[in-house]
């Protein structure tokens, strides 16, 4: 029985990468025999060349499908995007830049056909990356796994083989802010982990500053713990008990020893002090109030102008 398999590739201004992407993929795919492709381009609102490009590949190969979004939605919504539109038994999601080896898929269908209902590819070497997105990757995996309840494997990236009864899986999450490492480990299933060297870019630039991936971070952790407000509850807390024991402190010594006026310091001290946490802590409500305004509003996550 032919088995057919989904590829979905997410591409954000990617011209200089398309050509290498088309010739390390193909091959590995033709020589995949008893298997039979589809290769979901989804084009995240490009500004260069890249849906040119990717629409004449559709026109030559009809293994090619083009879904082009109406704007940059960002790389979330462009997989769910190829989610909701791929028919395969299962699906593949790779990279556009080959910094994910076509290599592997073979592998991955493998164990996929040997029962796994979730293949990862965890990079075992990120010297690729620059040493300041290693830390801050490692800080954020365990930070967020010592907080949230749900663990995210660590050096697993979006690259990994689904079953259909997983994708099935992830279209029911209803959520706009769509924290897709989150949503992958949430769904759960039966998972096998391979390793792989992570590549350098086969071209162009990355499309995550800095910025961005602090945005991402805190969308990771205010999408599945509920922690960093519950801190502030304990932290009033601390702080209250403390302030009633100074309090007991204070009229004992004013008993004791009499009244000299001083304090001013100390008090100057615990207003800056307490109204900053105060600030922190309704800024910190703020991220979860902003992030359920979001969801109330029931936007679509992505919106298509055109399929090819
Ligand atoms: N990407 C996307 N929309 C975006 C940003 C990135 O579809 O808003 C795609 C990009 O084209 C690439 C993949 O997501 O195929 C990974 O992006 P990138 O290589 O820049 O990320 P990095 O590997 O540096 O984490
Ligand atoms: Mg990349």
């Known amino acids: 029985m032919v088995i057919k398999l989904s590829l979905i590739v997410p591409f954000y201004n990617e011209e200089a990468a398309i050509?290498?992407?088309?010739?390390?993929?193909?091959?590995?795919?033709?020589?995949?025999?008893?298997?039979?492709?589809?290769?979901?381009?989804?084009?995240?609102?490009?500004?260069?060349?890249?849906?040119?490009?990717?629409?004449?590949?559709?026109?030559?190969?009809?293994?090619?499908?083009?879904?082009?979004?109406?704007?940059?939605?960002?790389?979330?919504?462009?997989?769910?995007?190829?989610?909701?539109?791929?028919?395969?038994?299962?699906?593949?999601?790779?990279?556009?830049?080959?910094?994910?080896?076509?290599?592997?898929?073979?592998?991955?269908?493998?164990?996929?056909?040997?029962g796994a209902e979730v293949v990862l590819g965890r990079r075992i070497d990120r010297s690729s990356d620059s040493m300041l997105k290693r830390k801050t990757a490692l800080w954020f995996y365990s930070l967020h796994n010592r907080l949230a309840h749900i663990r995210i494997p660590e050096n697993v990236g979006d690259f990994r083989l689904m079953d259909r009864c997983v994708v099935e899986a992830l279209k029911r999450l209803p959520e706009r802010q769509r924290f897709m490492k989150g949503l992958f480990a949430w769904v759960g299933f039966r998972t096998v982990t391979l390793d792989y060297v992570r590549a350098p870019r086969a071209a162009g630039l990355t499309k995550f500053s800095g910025y961005s991936l602090w945005n991402f971070a805190l969308e990771g952790f205010t999408s599945f713990s509920s922690a960093p407000i519950r801190l502030w509850t304990y932290l009033g807390t601390v702080g209250a008990l403390l302030a009633i024991l100074y309090a007991l402190f204070i009229v004992f010594r004013t008993i004791v020893c009499g009244n000299p006026v001083p304090g001013y310091a100390s008090l100057f001290v615990a207003i800056i002090f307490f109204s900053s946490v105060q600030i922190i802590s309704i800024g910190m409500l703020g991220e979860y109030i902003g992030r359920i305004y979001m969801e109330t509003k029931q936007r679509p996550i992505y919106v298509l102008r055109r399929t090819y």
């Open 19 to 114: 050509s290498h992407f088309v010739n390390g993929i193909l091959p590995v795919l033709d020589a995949m025999a008893g298997t039979e492709w589809e290769i979901l381009c989804v084009d995240d609102g490009s500004s260069d060349d890249t849906l040119r490009k990717l629409i004449s590949l559709s026109e030559t190969d009809a293994r090619f499908r083009v879904l082009e979004l109406s704007r940059n939605f960002g790389k979330e919504a462009a997989l769910t995007a190829g989610l909701d539109a791929a028919s395969g038994d299962a699906v593949v999601i790779i990279d556009a830049d080959l910094q994910d080896p076509p290599d592997m898929i073979p592998q991955m269908v493998r164990s996929w056909r040997d």
